[in-house]
């Protein structure tokens, strides 16, 4: 069974940094695309950042030039730098991944923003 297992949330003050990690495992494949989502309390699901097993990337508007996805496909696991947080980015994360013939999410891991 893949799972995928989120890491590095927590509490930051406006303006600070978090780097977020997500590692599948029980898989043998390599991963297609992951992705990052958020989803603030009363609020819609949104995708943040993704990236490609050939390493494009792509970022919501809203978070380009402060968030930065990496990853190591060959690990199957891929990273969330956010910097210049701001307090209406407080969410909780969600790690994404689509593997072939198959799709799995983390169970995710909040980010609040607060001074």
């Known amino acids: 069974q893949v799972q995928l297992v ?3 949330g927590g509490l930051v003050q406006p303006g600070g940094s978090l780097r977020l990690s997500c590692a599948a495992s029980g898989t043998r494949f390599r991963f297609n ?3 990052w989502y958020r ?11 993704g990236i490609t097993s050939g390493g494009n990337t792509n970022y919501a508007d809203s978070v380009k030039g402060r968030f930065t996805i990496s990853g190591d496909n060959g690990k199957n696991t891929v990273y969330l730098q956010m910097n210049s947080l701001k307090p209406e980015e407080t969410a909780v994360y969600y790690c994404y991944a689509d593997f072939p013939g198959y799709r799995v999410w983390g169970q995710g891991t909040q ?3 607060s001074s």
């Open 6 to 8: 989120e890491s590095g």
């Open 33 to 35: 695309v992951m992705k």
């Open 39 to 49: 989803q603030a309390p009363g609020k819609q699901r949104e995708e943040v950042a």
């Open 111 to 113: 980010v609040t923003v």
